[in-house]
C-alpha cells in the first residue's frame, strides 16, 4: 500500500519539502532569536509583487525571472524596513508590518492586472499565493538543493560570528564586527528561504515555516548548537510529512499541510518540553504545592508537640484537620512515607493519632529555622 | 559605520601622529545628537591611565552615549576621541567593555562559558574557532568572577548578579589596558557588587584604567578615585575628593536631589550628603 512513495510527483514533492524544512528550520532560528519572526512574514509578502514583476518581464511563467524578482522586492522591503527604523521613531514591528501591507498591496494590484490583461499563460499565476507543490519539477529541486546547500555553508562558516550577532550585536560591534554586514547576510538568506518556499507552500503562510521550527526547537534545546540542528530536522520532518498527507487523497493541498504539522510541532514543543513546557510547568507547581502543604502538617504536629512540652506527642488527626481545614490523610500518609511520621493509637480514642519520628523532629526544626531566617 | 570599516591605510595614517598619548582617554568636543536633539552637547574630558572612574549623571544625562560613543558605537555629530593617543579603530585590541546587562536577551539559548568565550571572538578574527585554549582562558575568567561552578548553566537560569558577573568574566578574556562598564552595579546584589569592585580594583592596581557609568552617588567616595559628572555637558571632572561636592551634584542633578542633614559620617564630604531621587528608570 506504500506503493505510492514510488511515485515521481511524490518523491519531487517530499524531497522540496524537506529542503525547505532544512534552510527555513536553520534561518529561522536566527530570525527568532533576533525577535523578528515577522521578517519572514514580510520577505514572503513582499515577494508577491516581485512574482508578478518577473512574470510581466519575461511575458511568461518563467520560474528564473519569478524567483529574482521574488528576491528584488523582498530585499526592497527589508531595505524600506531597516530605513524606516534607523531614520524615524517607529520600533522594528511597525516597519516590518509597514513593509508588509505596502508590498502585498502592490503584489495583489500587480495580480489582478495581469489577470485583466487576459494573457492566456497568467494561469497558475495565483498559485504562488498559497503554493502548488505538485508543480515542482526536477529542475526546480535543483534550484532549491544549490540555494539551501550555499546557505548552509555561509551559517557554518559564520557561525561564530552569527551567533555572537544575534546575541549582543552592540558587544559584537565593539570588537569590530561589521554588525550592519552581517545581519544584512543574515536577512538576505532568509529571503533566500522564502523565494525557496514560494512554490510549496505561497507567500501567505511562507512565514509559519521561518517561525514554527524554530519556535519548536528553542523547547526542547539550551544551546544555539542543538537548536539549529533540531529546528532543520523539525521542518524537514513537516515537510516531508505534510508532502505525504496530501499524496493521501485528492483535494488536500501540500503546502498547508506542511504549515499544519510544523504547527503541531509547535504546539506539542510547547506542552511537553522538559524544563520550559506548560506541562513541566504544571507538575512543578503541583510539586511545589504538595511540598509546601507536607510541610505546614509537619511543624504543625511539631508545634503541637512543642506546646506539650512532650516530643512523643500523639496528635489526633482531626485536630489537624480542623487546623488546615482539609482532611490530611494522604498527606500524613506521604509524610510516613518518608519516615517523618509514624501511627499511633492512643487509648481509649479509636480516632487516629500521629506522632513525629525523630527524623521528622529534625525536618520540622530546620523548616522553621529556615522560615525565621527568611522573615528576618 | 565608518567607525567599524577600519581599512588598514586609515589606521597606519593615524598611529604615526599621536594625540595626547599621555592620557587614557582625551575627548575633544564631542557633540552626539540624536533626532537632531543634543544628548551630550560639547563634552572635553580626560581620563589619566591607572585610575578608576566614575561617571555620574541623572537618567537621561548621556552617559551610557558617552561610553559608546568612545567605542565607536554611536556616531558622533562632532568632535574626536583618542585612546592613548590613537582613535579607537586601532586601538580596539586593548579596550574591554561590558554593555549593561538589560542590552541582551537573557533567554538566548547559550550557557555562562560561551558567553565569555564571545570576549575572545576579537582576538580569534574571522572564521577562527574558538578551541581549547580559548576554553581555558575563558574558565579561568568565571574562576576571577567566583562562577566556575556556573560555566555549563544555562543563562537564562543565572541570578541578575550572576549574569553580570559572566558579562564581567567576558570583558576580562579580554585582556585589555581600558576597560568600560556600563552600570555594572546596576540590580545586584550585595555580595556581587563587593566581588565586582574588587576585580575593578585589583585591574586598576596592575596599572590598567577602569571607567565605569555608576548610578549610586553614595558609593563614589568608597569605590572610585576619579570623577566625571555629566548631564549632557560636563559639570565637573577630576580627582573624586576635588570634584565629590554638593555645589557640583547639584548643578548636575538640579531638582531631582533631596539633600540631607550634615551626617557625622560623612565629615570628609566638603559640602552635604546628597541622595538622588529615584528616577523613571
Known amino acids: ?376 | 559605520m565608518s567607525a567599524r570599516s577600519d581599512t588598514e591605510t586609515g589606521i597606519t595614517d593615524m598611529t604615526t601622529t599621536l594625540h595626547e598619548p599621555d592620557l587614557a582617554i582625551h575627548v575633544e568636543d564631542l557633540t552626539v545628537s540624536y533626532h537632531s536633539k543634543p544628548v551630550l552637547w560639547d563634552i572635553d574630558f580626560d581620563v589619566p591611565p591607572g585610575v578608576m572612574a566614575a561617571i555620574v549623571g541623572p537618567n537621561g544625562a548621556g552617559k551610557s552615549t558617552l561610553i559608546k560613543s568612545i567605542l565607536g558605537l554611536v556616531k558622533p555629530t562632532a568632535g574626536h576621541v583618542t585612546i592613548h593617543g590613537r582613535p579607537y579603530q586601532a586601538q580596539r585590541r586593548r579596550i574591554g567593555y561590558v554593555p549593561q546587562r538589560s542590552s541582551v536577551d537573557w533567554d538566548f539559548p547559550t550557557n555562562a562559558l560561551d558567553v565569555v568565550m564571545m570576549g575572545l571572538y576579537g582576538q580569534l578574527g574571522w572564521l577562527r574557532r574558538p578551541g581549547r585554549s580559548e576554553r581555558a582562558e575563558a574558565m579561568h575568567a568565571l574562576e576571577l568572577v567566583g562562577m566556575q561552578d556556573y560555566a555549563s548553566r544555562q543563562i537564562s537560569q543565572l541570578s541578575g548578579g550572576q549574569q553580570q558577573r559572566v558579562f564581567l568574566a567576558r570583558a576580562l578574556v579580554q585582556q585589555a589596558d581600558i576597560y568600560f562598564l556600563d552600570e555594572p552595579m546596576a540590580g545586584v546584589d550585595a555580595t556581587t557588587e563587593r566581588a565586582i569592585v574588587d576585580i575593578l580594583r585589583k585591574l586598576r592596581d596592575q596599572g590598567k584604567t577602569v571607567i565605569v557609568v555608576h548610578h549610586d552617588l553614595q558609593t563614589v567616595r568608597s569605590y572610585f578615585d576619579w570623577l566625571v559628572i555629566l548631564n549632557v555637558r560636563v559639570i565637573a571632572q577630576g580627582p573624586v575628593r576635588d570634584v565629590y561636592n554638593a555645589t557640583n551634584l547639584r548643578k548636575a542633578y538640579g531638582g531631582q536631589i533631596a539633600l540631607l542633614e550634615r551626617d557625622a559620617v560623612l565629615d570628609d564630604a566638603p559640602d552635604a550628603e546628597v541622595v538622588p531621587l529615584r528616577g523613571p528608570n
Open chain 1, 1 to 376: 500500500m506504500l506503493g505510492f512513495l514510488s511515485d515521481y510527483t511524490i518523491q519531487n514533492v517530499a524531497l522540496g519539502a524537506a529542503l525547505l524544512g532544512v534552510i527555513s528550520g536553520v534561518l529561522g532560528c536566527f530570525a527568532v532569536l533576533r525577535k523578528q519572526s515577522l521578517l519572514g512574514d514580510t520577505l514572503s509578502h513582499a515577494a508577491l509583487p516581485g512574482v508578478c514583476l518577473g512574470f510581466i518581464i519575461a511575458g511568461a511563467r518563467q520560474i528564473g525571472f519569478i524567483l529574482a524578482g521574488a528576491l528584488v522586492t523582498g530585499a526592497l522591503a527589508a531595505l524600506l524596513m531597516l530605513l524606516l527604523t534607523r531614520n524615524s521613531r517607529l520600533k522594528t514591528d511597525a516597519g516590518l508590518g509597514i513593509a508588509l501591507s505596502v508590498f502585498f498591496a502592490l503584489g495583489v494590484v500587480l495580480l489582478t492586472f495581469i489577470q485583466s490583461t487576459g494573457n492566456a499563460s497568467q494561469g497558475g499565476l495565483d498559485s504562488f499565493l498559497f503554493g502548488q507543490a505538485a508543480a515542482i519539477l526536477r529542475s526546480d529541486l535543483w534550484v532549491m538543493g544549490v540555494v539551501t546547500a550555499v546557505a548552509l555553508s555561509i551559517v557554518s562558516l559564520l557561525w561564530k560570528e552569527f551567533k555572537l550577532v544575534s546575541f549582543d550585536p552592540v558587544f559584537a560591534a565593539s570588537l569590530g564586527y561589521p554588525v550592519l554586514v552581517l545581519e544584512v547576510a543574515l536577512t538576505v538568506m532568509i529571503a533566500l528561504a522564502v523565494v525557496v518556499g514560494l512554490q510549496m507552500v505561497g507567500v501567505v503562510l511562507m512565514a509559519a515555516m521561518v517561525i514554527a521550527p524554530a519556535a519548536a526547537a528553542r523547547q526542547w534545546s539550551g544551546r544555539l548548537e542543538t537548536m539549529v540542528i533540531l529546528s532543520a530536522l523539525i521542518g524537514m520532518a513537516s515537510g516531508i510529512s505534510g508532502a505525504l498527507v496530501s499524496a493521501l487523497g485528492p483535494g488536500l493541498a501540500t503546502g498547508p499541510l506542511i504549515v499544519l504539522a510544523a504547527s503541531a510541532a509547535v504546539a506539542v514543543s510547547l506542552l511537553f518540553a522538559p524544563g520550559r513546557g506548560l506541562l513541566w510547568e504544571i507538575i512543578r507547581r503541583a510539586r511545589n504545592r504538595r511540598n509546601l502543604r507536607g510541610k505546614r502538617v509537619l511543624t504543625t504536629l511539631y508545634r503541637l508537640a512543642a506546646h506539650h512540652h512532650d516530643s512523643g506527642y500523639p496528635s489526633e488527626q482531626g485536630m489537624v484537620d480542623a487546623y488546615h481545614g482539609v482532611g490530611t490523610t494522604p498527606v500524613l500518609k506521604r509524610l510516613q512515607a518518608r519516615g517523618l511520621v509514624e501511627p499511633v493509637t492512643h487509648i481509649p480514642e479509636t480516632t487516629p493519632h500521629w506522632t513525629l519520628t525523630q527524623a521528622g523532629i529534625e525536618e520540622a526544626e530546620s523548616i522553621l529555622t529556615n522560615l525565621g531566617k527568611q522573615e528576618s
